[in-house]
């Protein structure tokens, strides 16, 4: 038994043996019960896994979609498609490389069009519908996998991706088959689904992250 809950329900018992007289109340009763309830070991089930998986991949690729709108709108106003097109590789971002080693996770983005031939994979067409879907699974006993499909939801991405002629100026277009002479990631339109998240975690990782984003959390008290 841990000794946080231990010591909680020693000092029930001691309370229970006394008058009501002889009861000195405990303060921050809640907070107490809440932080022994978290110190208990949960079993977690094999769907929680699979919920937290699904969690673990939507918080990964929310951070690397976040992070590469913000950047590339803000590279090519610096510098237009040659200043932004080293930043088109969010899951090297650094913010996103600590979080995928917090969760155990291996992060990749993926295309049956890719801009660089080491990023192509074959993607059955049911798993790319709108950004809603999402597939999660278990390879094996230690081994989650998560997936989600790339949209191209702005115009920046256009800049790099859309109609060549139209969208890409052929300078730009240029630039980026000299830096990637077998690119076939152009010709998507708004809306198009692009490719896809894919996430590799490991068991330990996947558990962590279910116990804390489950864990019972104290809210705090207005003082008017």
């Known amino acids: 038994m841990p000794l946080r809950f231990s010591a909680v329900l020693l000092l029930v018992l001691l309370a229970a043996g006394c008058r009501p007289d002889q ?6 009763t809640k907070r107490i019960a809440i932080e022994a ?3 208990q070991v949960k079993r977690i089930m094999p769907k929680d896994l699979l919920r937290a998986t699904r969690w673990a991949g939507d918080s990964l690729s929310n951070q690397g979609n976040r992070e590469l709108q913000l950047l590339l709108k803000d590279e090519l106003q610096k510098g237009g498609v040659a200043r932004a097109l080293p930043y088109c590789r969010p899951e090297r971002y650094a913010s996103l490389d600590t979080l995928a080693r917090t969760l155990q996770a291996t992060v990749r983005r993926v295309s049956l069009r890719p801009r660089n031939p080491a990023n192509r994979a074959a993607l059955p067409a049911t798993e790319l519908q709108p950004d809603t879907q999402r597939v999660v699974r278990r390879p094996s006993a230690e ?18 991706h859309g109609e060549v002629g139209k969208d890409i100026s052929a300078a730009d277009y240029a630039l980026i088959q000299k830096q990637y002479p077998q690119d076939q990631a152009t010709g998507y ?12 975690l490991q068991r330990p990782g996947v558990a962590e992250f279910y116990t804390m984003k489950t864990r019972k959390i104290m809210k705090r008290r207005k003082l008017f």
């Open 23 to 28: 009861i000195e109340h405990l303060k921050d």
């Open 37 to 39: 309830e978290n110190w």
């Open 143 to 160: 081994v989650f996998f998560y997936q989600r499909p790339i949209v191209l939801s702005s115009q920046e991405c256009l800049r790099c």
């Open 189 to 200: 339109r708004l809306g198009q689904v692009m490719g896809a998240w894919q996430v590799q």
